[in-house]
């Protein structure tokens, strides 16, 4: 029955949820498969009317489908209007529930925004069938929700997008020859500075975020000049103010193919305008952590700033940090940490990395906050004073500030940073020193007056870890790479044994039948897993190998895992206990407990069987 | 402060002024002889240390680059807290980093170590044709001020060792005010502008 309904549900749409914990899990959630699989039979993914039923079974994928029954209204708006911002614009006027003061800046948005920006022009042609029915724009009917101050669930203001999922993934896929070269040579710092919101390059970028004053004012925008977008940034105000005079809050805004997601944390606001087809709620998750990482840079005493002076102008005080904002916005599409919300260990002998933690600890214990041995993105040791511990968030907050400052690897520096999670308020010191090419260490402190102290500490690490080897070793991690799929034994047990013995986690029991094809990748058509440690904060994950080996496969496979995290974190649906999802590229597979979370991709064409379950 | 073990002296120096202006430029200028045509803006501060031998004695810097973004100006004292030496940087080709290191000589004078051996180091001087600071202006600034002023160019190292042998010539107890301030001026910002058709 997989296999037959396999063609037709040719994305990702196959959910099972099983909420028992049973003792033979491993039954019960293939009876479960089944059964939703026979669900699913009998649904054509192609055209999906909103069955009630079907919804409260296949959870997460109710968004969806609701989406699907309101799509037909705004399909006809999207196919009839090519670009015309000057129809649009009529369109918004006749709009209910407009109050006359913002009606200028509003009606400009709108015009702007979904004649040019929110739809890409090359993709209009994505097969939508006009189902005419005379809907106002999106913002329209977001307007006359929010001032009759009714309350949106949930997501805020809706407006539905209208490409089938089939449409979906050759959207991606085209404008992935874009994102692709980007991706593979990313250099750091802002590209595109010359860009304006009146330029076609500017609007045809996937992924814009903005970071703005509730005055309008802008402070950050990744693609171009932040004061020649003061226009647009004028316009993202408006719309935020609008709907929250109506005592409401907006929070995700649909059009076409985009996402507008808001994220309003006192003063500042935070914008992403994105057609990549990441679920809202990571988008969200991400604009989160663009603000962890201004108050990482500035501490959350900014506000005042604002509370002197409404109009306060905050690029100047932003100034030369572009590189750290835009590497940041680049993990987001392949670091598995900033969605996770873990980090990740660079592998290491037991006796290396005891002996890298040996020496910070005595470091914490002589009034260091935090002492951080990282190699790239991946932690060597982490040693914190007694009571103190660093969200993973931070963590990866503060690597990507250092790592993203060419300055740091000039000298040793003394900078003043702030652990969001930790204390919003207060700067700490970090003393930052790079022992090689890509080792640094970070020695925390509350104490302003301790570079010399910390420098002393630093030779004295630096020596211990010449001594023991430590440097090398952790260059000769980096170069071999972590775990390979390939390497994984084909017959059950060793699998579970060779992580655990990594993590001393409990392991999902891993059966693989005999009998499977020879596949690429590794036992049972496995192509690549993420663990989680839930206790731990840490996860780890295989590299990537033979089927998906392109930066561009890479980062599919990145949304996919994103797209399953969303789906298994759904605050309202969830938490789920396993999923299983099939689609044109991976059958994958997800499994949650209190201990782990793994995720893993396996070949779509494995035989079921197979599959670990 | 600086300490003195015989003839060695240990000296802290800050380098001040504003974002741009060249100051870690000109650190690494001297430090490491290197020079970047697109230097990175620093982030927090950067600590260099370098030896160098005046007469016969040695004066060990210990140097305190400091970012130059607004939002770091709050906490400058946390670097030059006990300096025994400042050189404040502008760029001769802006008139706002003039103005910036002013401030930075007033924020000095009323918050700094009052012995503190101050220099204005006007930079990038081989931008001549870019030039918005002339030469008089800022030395008559400086000798009102009490600090010794040179033009230097990080890019063509004109300057560079001058300046911080200079500061250390004048450091106290190495050489105790032997040249009266604003009297040594090794100004030959002429030099650096015949070589500079091609500067960016």
């Known amino acids: 029955m997989l296999q037959d309904d396999d063609d037709a549900n040719s994305s990702s749409e196959t959910d099972s949820i099983d909420q028992n914990p049973n003792p033979n899990p491993t039954t019960s959630i293939d009876q479960s498969l089944d059964a939703i699989e026979g669900q699913l039979t009998s649904i054509s993914l192609h055209s999906i009317p909103p069955i009630p039923q079907i919804i409260s079974a296949l959870p997460s994928d109710s968004h969806s489908q609701l989406q699907q029954a309101t799509v037909a209204q705004n399909l006809e708006y999207i196919d009839t209007l090519p670009s015309d911002s000057h129809s649009q614009v009529e369109q918004v006027v006749e709009s209910p529930g407009e109050v006359d003061m913002e009606r200028g800046v509003v009606d400009n948005s709108v015009s702007r925004g979904q004649g040019v920006l929110w739809r890409n022009n090359s993709d209009v042609d994505v097969d939508v069938e006009g189902q005419g029915s005379p809907s106002s724009s999106g913002y329209a009917g977001g307007k006359g929700t929010s001032s009759s ?5 949930g997501s805020g203001i809706e407006e539905i997008s209208g490409d089938d999922e089939v449409d979906r993934v050759e959207v991606v896929n085209r404008s992935a020859s874009f994102g692709a070269s980007v991706d593979s040579e990313w250099l750091p710092g802002k590209r595109h500075v010359n860009e304006d919101d009146a330029s076609v390059s500017w609007r045809k970028r996937k992924k814009h975020f903005f970071i703005l004053s509730h005055s309008g004012k802008p402070i950050y925008s990744r693609y171009g000049d932040e004061h020649r977008l003061a226009g647009f940034s004028a316009t993202l105000q408006a719309i935020i103010s609008f709907v929250e005079n109506g005592g409401d809050r907006v ?70 940090t572009d590189a750290v904002f835009s590497s940041l916005i680049h993990s987001f599409s392949w670091n598995p940490a900033t969605f996770l919300h873990a980090y990740s260990c660079l592998p290491l002998a037991y006796a290396t990395r005891q002996a890298a933690g040996a020496i910070l600890q005595d470091v914490a214990e002589s009034g260091v906050l935090f002492a951080i041995l990282m190699c790239k993105h991946k932690v060597i040791s982490l040693v914190g004073a007694q009571k103190a511990s660093l969200h993973p968030d931070d963590m990866l907050l503060l690597a990507n500030f250092v790592m993203s400052s060419e300055s740091f690897r000039t000298s040793e520096s003394f900078s003043p940073i702030c652990l969001p999670r930790y204390n919003p308020m207060a700067f700490l010191y970090t003393y930052v020193y790079y022992l090689d090419a890509d080792t640094y260490l970070m020695l925390l402190t509350a104490n302003p007056d301790a570079f010399h102290r910390l420098k002393d500490w630093r030779i004295r690490i630096e020596m211990v870890l010449l001594k ?27 699998l579970s044994g060779s992580l655990s013995s990594h993590l001393g986690q409990p392991r999902p029991p ?104 | 402060m600086a300490t003195t073990a015989r003839n060695n002296l240990s000296a802290k ?11 870690s430029s000109l650190v690494l200028r001297f430090v490491k002889g290197q020079f970047l045509d697109f230097q990175e803006s620093t982030i927090g501060a ?153 500067c960016s």
Request: with cysteine; glycine share 6%.
């Open chain 1, 149 to 153: 101050s009714s309350g949106i669930s």
């Open chain 2, 13 to 23: 120096l800050v380098l001040l002024g504003d974002m741009g202006a060249g100051k």
């Open chain 1, 251 to 320: 929070k995700l805004v649909r059009a076409g193919k985009h996402q507008v997601v808001f994220l309003v944390k006192g003063p500042i606001y935070l914008v992403c305008i994105s057609c990549t087809e990441e679920p809202h709620e990571s988008l969200s998750e991400q604009l989160e952590l663009l603000y962890g990482q201004m108050i990482l840079i500035l501490t959350k005493s900014i506000n005042r700033c604002f509370e002197k002076n409404a109009k306060f102008d905050m690029t100047p005080l932003l100034g030369g």
């Open chain 1, 510 to 613: 891993l059966d693989s039948t005999d009998g499977c094809k020879t596949l690429l990748g590794g036992p049972a058509g496995l192509w690549h897993f993420i663990y989680r440690s839930i206790y731990l904060d840490q996860y780890v994950s295989s590299e990537f190998s033979s089927p998906v080996n392109t930066p561009k496969q890479q980062k599919r496979l990145f949304r996919a895992y994103q797209k399953l995290y969303t789906s298994m974190h759904d605050r309202e649906l969830g938490p789920h206990k396993t999923q299983f999802r099939r689609d044109n590229n991976y059958v994958l597979l997800c499994w949650v407990t209190q201990d782990f979370e793994l995720y893993a991709a396996f070949d779509p064409l494995a035989d079921k069987v197979c599959f670990l379950l």
């Open chain 2, 46 to 198: 950067a600590f260099f240390s370098q030896t160098l031998a005046v007469n016969d004695a040695t004066v060990k810097f210990e140097i305190w680059d400091t970012a130059g973004q607004e939002r770091y100006h709050s906490l400058a004292p946390m670097y030059y807290r006990g300096a025994a030496a400042a050189i404040i940087v502008y760029d001769i080709a802006s008139i706002d980093s003039f103005a910036r290191a002013k401030k930075w000589v007033e924020e000095l004078q009323k918050q700094g170590n009052p012995n503190m051996v101050t220099a204005l180091a006007g930079n990038k001087a081989d931008l001549e044709e870019k030039r918005k600071v002339t030469a008089d202006e800022a030395r008559v600034y400086a000798e009102e001020n009490g600090l010794f002023f040179m033009e230097t160019s990080a890019k063509t190292a004109a300057n560079v060792n001058e300046i911080f042998y200079e500061i250390a010539r004048r450091l106290p107890r190495a050489q105790p005010s032997q040249n009266p301030a604003g009297m040594v001026l090794v100004d030959r910002p002429a030099v650096g502008s015949q070589s500079s058709a091609c």
């Open chain 1, 468 to 494: 023991s080897n430590v440097l090398n070793e952790a260059q000769r991690s980096m170069v071999d790479g972590g775990m390979h799929v390939e390497d994984l034994p084909v017959n059950p047990s060793p």
